[in-house]
Nanobody
């Protein structure tokens, strides 16, 4: 299974970005997809996740109300719509897919400038 993340970039405070992640390969047991992030000098932290059907989503307290996760089952993609971005959202964002084991994407850098 391979995960390809995209959509990162430089954005000003209060702006928006949309991250995408495509899963390819043997994805028939795709139970859950989501995002983690690692800010400079900090530990990796959970951001958001969505179950296979899209009926359940979870968010970290720090992004709830500003980020929205969605998925396209047919395309095996997950998107993270990020709004009202803050400097503390600056991080490398990693998508993951849980299919009995966890697979990770390569990461995409989001930089929020003040």
């Amino acid at each position: 299974v391979q995960l390809q993340a995209s959509g990162g970039g430089l954005v000003q405070v209060g702006g928006s970005l949309r991250l995408s992640c495509v899963a390819s390969g043997r994805t028939s047991d795709n139970d859950e997809m989501g995002w983690f992030r690692r800010a400079p000098g900090k530990e990796r932290e959970f951001v958001a996740r969505i179950n296979w059907s899209g009926s359940r989503t979870d968010y970290s307290h720090s992004v709830k109300g500003r980020f929205t996760i969605a998925r396209d089952r047919a395309e095996n993609t997950v998107q993270l719509q990020m709004s009202s971005l803050k400097p503390e959202d600056t991080a490398i964002y990693y998508c993951y897919a849980y299919m009995r084991v966890i697979y990770w994407g390569q990461g995409t850098l989001v930089t929020v400038s003040s």
